[in-house]
Protein backbone atom coordinates (compact mmCIF):
# COMPACT_ATOMS: atom_id res chain seq x y z
CA UNK A 1 0.00 0.00 0.00
CA UNK A 2 1.37 2.90 -1.11
CA UNK A 3 2.10 5.67 1.71
CA UNK A 4 1.06 8.81 -0.40
CA UNK A 5 -2.55 7.87 -2.41
CA UNK A 6 -2.96 8.70 -5.89
CA UNK A 7 -6.40 9.28 -5.81
CA UNK A 8 -6.04 13.58 -5.00
CA UNK A 9 -9.94 15.22 -4.11
CA UNK A 10 -9.95 18.10 -6.27
CA UNK A 11 -9.05 21.37 -3.79
CA UNK A 12 -10.68 24.45 -4.61
CA UNK A 13 -8.57 27.56 -4.83
CA UNK A 14 -8.93 30.02 -1.95
CA UNK A 15 -9.97 32.66 -4.71
CA UNK A 16 -13.04 30.47 -5.04
CA UNK A 17 -14.50 31.68 -1.55
CA UNK A 18 -14.21 35.13 -2.56
CA UNK A 19 -17.00 37.13 -3.66
CA UNK A 20 -15.39 39.90 -5.57
CA UNK A 21 -13.42 39.56 -9.05
CA UNK A 22 -11.41 42.58 -9.13
CA UNK A 23 -10.71 46.38 -7.79
CA UNK A 24 -10.92 48.87 -10.93
CA UNK A 25 -11.38 52.27 -10.34
CA UNK A 26 -12.61 52.71 -7.28
CA UNK A 27 -14.78 50.46 -7.44
CA UNK A 28 -15.09 46.76 -6.17
CA UNK A 29 -16.63 44.44 -8.81
CA UNK A 30 -17.89 40.85 -7.93
CA UNK A 31 -18.29 37.47 -9.34
CA UNK A 32 -21.44 38.09 -10.68
CA UNK A 33 -20.75 41.78 -12.06
CA UNK A 34 -22.20 43.15 -9.39
CA UNK A 35 -20.75 46.75 -8.33
CA UNK A 36 -20.06 48.02 -4.77
CA UNK A 37 -18.38 51.38 -3.35
CA UNK A 38 -17.21 51.78 0.17
CA UNK A 39 -17.33 55.49 2.00
CA UNK A 40 -15.64 55.98 5.54
CA UNK A 41 -17.67 57.82 7.70
CA UNK A 42 -16.65 59.93 10.56
CA UNK A 43 -18.22 58.95 14.11
CA UNK A 44 -20.40 60.85 16.73
CA UNK A 45 -20.17 61.21 20.47
CA UNK A 46 -24.20 60.52 20.55
CA UNK A 47 -23.86 60.16 24.72
CA UNK A 48 -22.33 63.85 24.86
CA UNK A 49 -25.30 65.56 23.42
CA UNK A 50 -28.17 66.87 24.84
CA UNK A 51 -31.55 65.38 24.69
CA UNK A 52 -32.67 67.59 21.85
CA UNK A 53 -30.12 66.98 20.20
CA UNK A 54 -30.09 63.75 20.34
CA UNK A 55 -33.60 63.41 19.10
CA UNK A 56 -32.66 65.93 16.24
CA UNK A 57 -30.07 63.12 15.14
CA UNK A 58 -32.22 59.89 15.29
CA UNK A 59 -35.02 62.11 13.46
CA UNK A 60 -32.62 62.91 11.05
CA UNK A 61 -30.87 59.20 10.31
CA UNK A 62 -34.84 57.94 10.16
CA UNK A 63 -35.45 60.26 7.50
CA UNK A 64 -32.59 59.47 5.72
CA UNK A 65 -33.09 56.19 6.19
CA UNK A 66 -36.63 56.30 4.31
CA UNK A 67 -35.27 58.45 1.86
CA UNK A 68 -33.70 55.54 -0.17
CA UNK A 69 -34.76 53.30 -2.83
CA UNK A 70 -31.47 50.87 -2.74
CA UNK A 71 -30.61 48.88 0.08
CA UNK A 72 -26.83 49.77 1.87
CA UNK A 73 -24.73 47.81 3.98
CA UNK A 74 -22.69 49.41 7.44
CA UNK A 75 -20.27 47.89 8.33
CA UNK A 76 -18.29 48.65 11.85
CA UNK A 77 -14.03 47.44 11.66
CA UNK A 78 -12.25 46.95 15.05
CA UNK A 79 -8.35 46.84 14.68
CA UNK A 80 -5.09 47.10 16.51
CA UNK A 81 -4.38 50.86 16.28
CA UNK A 82 -1.14 51.28 13.82
CA UNK A 83 0.55 54.56 14.44
CA UNK A 84 3.69 53.35 12.64
CA UNK A 85 3.46 56.58 10.10
CA UNK A 86 3.30 58.57 12.73
CA UNK A 87 6.04 57.36 14.82
CA UNK A 88 8.20 57.09 11.74
CA UNK A 89 7.73 61.04 11.05
CA UNK A 90 8.61 61.65 14.55
CA UNK A 91 11.85 59.39 14.56
CA UNK A 92 12.86 61.82 11.49
CA UNK A 93 11.70 64.90 13.12
CA UNK A 94 14.15 63.86 16.34
CA UNK A 95 17.02 62.78 13.87
CA UNK A 96 17.13 66.61 12.38
CA UNK A 97 16.59 67.90 15.66
CA UNK A 98 19.34 70.33 16.23
CA UNK A 99 18.36 70.93 19.67
CA UNK A 100 19.76 68.08 21.49
CA UNK A 101 17.20 68.36 24.61
CA UNK A 102 14.29 68.64 21.90
CA UNK A 103 15.78 65.28 20.39
CA UNK A 104 16.14 63.53 23.68
CA UNK A 105 12.25 64.49 24.53
CA UNK A 106 11.51 63.34 21.31
CA UNK A 107 12.86 59.90 21.72
CA UNK A 108 11.36 59.45 24.80
CA UNK A 109 8.25 60.67 23.55
CA UNK A 110 7.94 58.05 20.97
CA UNK A 111 9.23 55.32 23.34
CA UNK A 112 6.05 56.05 25.39
CA UNK A 113 3.77 55.68 22.96
CA UNK A 114 4.96 52.34 21.81
CA UNK A 115 4.94 50.78 25.12
CA UNK A 116 1.51 52.70 26.05
CA UNK A 117 0.13 50.44 22.90
CA UNK A 118 1.79 47.78 23.62
CA UNK A 119 0.14 47.44 27.14
CA UNK A 120 -3.23 49.18 26.66
CA UNK A 121 -4.59 47.49 23.43
CA UNK A 122 -5.87 50.48 21.97
CA UNK A 123 -8.47 49.56 19.44
CA UNK A 124 -8.96 51.48 16.16
CA UNK A 125 -13.12 51.57 15.19
CA UNK A 126 -13.72 52.58 11.25
CA UNK A 127 -16.95 52.91 10.25
CA UNK A 128 -18.15 52.33 6.47
CA UNK A 129 -21.01 51.93 4.14
CA UNK A 130 -20.99 49.56 1.43
CA UNK A 131 -23.44 50.93 -1.47
CA UNK A 132 -24.45 48.76 -3.73
CA UNK A 133 -25.25 48.69 -7.69
CA UNK A 134 -27.22 45.52 -8.40
CA UNK A 135 -26.46 45.28 -12.23
CA UNK A 136 -29.67 44.02 -14.79
CA UNK A 137 -29.99 40.26 -15.33
CA UNK A 138 -28.12 38.38 -18.46
CA UNK A 139 -25.82 41.00 -19.05
CA UNK A 140 -22.28 40.49 -20.26
CA UNK A 141 -20.95 37.52 -20.91
CA UNK A 142 -19.50 34.97 -18.45
CA UNK A 143 -15.83 33.86 -17.82
CA UNK A 144 -15.17 30.57 -19.31
CA UNK A 145 -11.78 29.93 -17.00
CA UNK A 146 -14.34 30.59 -13.51
CA UNK A 147 -13.50 28.15 -11.53
CA UNK A 148 -16.21 29.08 -8.67
CA UNK A 149 -19.32 27.32 -8.11
CA UNK A 150 -20.72 30.39 -10.08
CA UNK A 151 -20.24 31.68 -13.50
CA UNK A 152 -18.26 35.13 -13.36
CA UNK A 153 -19.61 37.84 -15.44
CA UNK A 154 -17.78 39.77 -17.34
CA UNK A 155 -18.85 43.27 -18.27
CA UNK A 156 -17.47 45.62 -20.94
CA UNK A 157 -15.42 49.03 -20.69
CA UNK A 158 -18.60 50.73 -21.57
CA UNK A 159 -21.25 48.47 -19.38
CA UNK A 160 -18.80 49.44 -16.72
CA UNK A 161 -18.44 53.39 -17.28
CA UNK A 162 -22.36 53.46 -17.38
CA UNK A 163 -23.17 51.31 -14.34
CA UNK A 164 -20.44 53.28 -12.24
CA UNK A 165 -22.03 56.77 -13.11
CA UNK A 166 -25.27 55.27 -11.45
CA UNK A 167 -23.52 54.49 -8.64
CA UNK A 168 -21.58 56.99 -8.10
CA UNK A 169 -25.30 58.85 -7.73
CA UNK A 170 -26.27 56.42 -5.32
CA UNK A 171 -22.65 57.48 -3.36
CA UNK A 172 -23.91 61.48 -3.60
CA UNK A 173 -27.31 60.30 -2.09
CA UNK A 174 -25.71 58.77 0.91
CA UNK A 175 -23.22 61.59 1.23
CA UNK A 176 -25.58 63.89 1.22
CA UNK A 177 -27.66 62.03 3.85
CA UNK A 178 -25.49 61.76 6.51
CA UNK A 179 -23.90 65.29 5.79
CA UNK A 180 -27.39 66.64 7.52
CA UNK A 181 -26.78 64.58 10.53
CA UNK A 182 -23.10 65.56 11.06
CA UNK A 183 -21.43 62.68 9.25
CA UNK A 184 -18.38 63.24 6.82
CA UNK A 185 -17.56 60.67 4.39
CA UNK A 186 -14.89 60.01 2.17
CA UNK A 187 -14.79 57.36 -0.90
CA UNK A 188 -12.23 54.92 -0.88
CA UNK A 189 -10.17 54.60 -3.35
CA UNK A 190 -8.26 51.63 -5.04
CA UNK A 191 -5.74 51.41 -2.81
CA UNK A 192 -8.03 51.99 0.47
CA UNK A 193 -10.38 48.89 -0.95
CA UNK A 194 -7.11 47.02 -1.59
CA UNK A 195 -5.84 47.78 2.21
CA UNK A 196 -9.33 46.83 3.63
CA UNK A 197 -10.19 43.87 2.09
CA UNK A 198 -7.10 42.83 2.95
CA UNK A 199 -7.05 43.70 6.26
CA UNK A 200 -10.93 41.09 6.62
CA UNK A 201 -9.36 38.65 5.35
CA UNK A 202 -6.04 38.66 6.82
CA UNK A 203 -6.33 40.38 10.45
CA UNK A 204 -2.92 39.17 11.70
CA UNK A 205 -1.11 39.52 8.38
CA UNK A 206 -2.48 43.08 7.89
CA UNK A 207 -1.04 44.06 11.26
CA UNK A 208 2.75 43.08 10.54
CA UNK A 209 3.41 43.64 6.30
CA UNK A 210 2.27 46.82 4.78
CA UNK A 211 0.76 46.16 0.99
CA UNK A 212 2.64 47.69 -2.09
CA UNK A 213 0.95 50.69 -3.53
CA UNK A 214 -1.47 49.54 -6.05
CA UNK A 215 -0.04 52.38 -8.70
CA UNK A 216 4.11 50.74 -8.35
CA UNK A 217 2.57 47.11 -9.53
CA UNK A 218 4.40 46.66 -12.50
CA UNK A 219 3.79 43.01 -13.38
CA UNK A 220 2.00 41.71 -16.98
CA UNK A 221 -1.67 41.07 -17.02
CA UNK A 222 -2.24 37.14 -17.95
CA UNK A 223 -4.54 37.22 -20.32
CA UNK A 224 -5.92 34.20 -21.81
CA UNK A 225 -6.96 33.24 -25.61
CA UNK A 226 -9.84 31.75 -24.68
CA UNK A 227 -10.94 35.59 -24.08
CA UNK A 228 -10.09 36.58 -27.16
Same mark, same amino acid.
Given at each position: ? !? &? ?13 ? &? ?15 ? *? ?5 ? @?? /? ?10 ? !???? !? ?12 ? /? *? ?39 ? *? /? ?10 ? #? #? ?41 ? #? /? ?21 ? *? ?22 ? #??? @?????
Amino acid at each position: M !A &LFGNNKKQVGSTQDT &LKFAEIRNDTVVLKDGN *LRQILLC @SS /INFALKSEQEQN !AIVY !AYQNFLNSLNFPIQ /I *LMQSKKLDLSNYLKKLSEKAGSQPNELLRSQTLDYIDFIKR *L /INLANIMDKRFY #V #VVPFIIPPKVGPTNPLSRGSEPQTLLSNDEFTTYTKELEQRVQ #V /IETGLGTIGIRTAKLNTQQLIEL *LYGVYNPEEANKEKLTEAENLTGE #VVK @SELLK
